[in-house]
T-cell receptor
Framework: EPEVTQTPSHQVTQMGQEVILRCVPI?????FYWYRQILGQKVEFLVS????????KSEIFDDQFSVERPDGSNFTLKIRSTKLEDSAMYFC???????????FGSGTQLSVL | RKEVEQDPGPFNVPEGATVAFNCTYS??????FFWYRQDCRKEPKLLMS???SGNEDGRFTAQLNRASQYISLLIRDSKLSDSATYLC??????????FGQGTELSVKP
């Protein structure tokens, strides 16, 4: 089965630093998403991306967050100035169409110290 | 009211038991429903979609009651390998998935 690839699997950073989480969605997919899961809590939607622009974002996705698809294969999530509460598992996901199965990557565990 | 609400759990059951998970959702306009499984610190994995007519996949049966905005998952003859967190998921606008808190299942020998 095709896979969504995320790197790194773990990222440790100091509060206030910028981080970029990277994802390679499945090659023929058109819809891209970021979700996060704080330890012990539910999986939360952050942002969806289609046709090179954000189609929807949650309240969590404030000005500190941005997404980019710089080269047609990578899909990145940038957090400009990390806070302690940004510590979570971040999952990238992609799908070919909105009524098709959503494929998740294995996640990046972000720890902000 | 939470968008997707599940039994709090955890459920601790012996091997071979039948276990049922319940879920309610708040948006009556929702059209697509799923059960996902999540193992500890791993990504959610699709277990099955849920259809109005109910659907079965081996030991797993999912039911949807639109009038009550209620979704269920039944696992028969539970195995040790069924131990995981089960996530009730509703599709929102634009294809985003809205997850419930999850119910942890532990199957003991």
């Amino acid at each position: 089965e095709p896979e969504v690839t995320q790197t790194p699997s773990h990222q440790v950073t100091q509060m206030g630093q910028e981080v970029i989480l990277r994802c390679v969605p499945i090659s023929n997919h058109l819809y891209f998403y970021w979700y996060r899961q704080i330890l012990g809590q539910k999986v939360e939607f952050l942002v969806s991306f289609y046709n090179n622009e954000i189609s929807e974002k949650s309240e969590i996705f404030d000005d500190q967050f941005s997404v980019e698809r710089p080269d047609g294969s990578n899909f990145t999530l940038k957090i400009r100035s990390t806070k302690l509460e940004d510590s979570a598992m971040y999952f990238c996901a992609s799908r070919q169409a909105t009524n098709e199965k959503l494929f998740f990557g294995s996640g990046t565990q972000l720890s902000v110290l | 009211r939470k968008e997707v609400e599940q039994d709090p759990g955890p459920f601790n059951v012996p091997e071979g038991a039948t276990v049922a998970f319940n879920c309610t959702y708040s948006n009556s306009a929702s059209q697509s429903f799923f059960w996902y499984r999540q193992d500890c610190r791993k990504e959610p994995k699709l277990l099955m979609s849920v259809y109005s007519s109910g659907n079965e996949d081996g030991r797993f049966t999912a039911q949807l009651n639109r009038a009550s905005q209620y979704i269920s998952l039944l696992i028969r003859d539970s195995k040790l390998s069924d131990s995981a967190t089960y996530l009730c998921v509703v599709m929102g606008q634009g294809g985003k998935l809205i997850f419930g808190q999850g119910t942890e299942l532990s199957v003991k020998p």
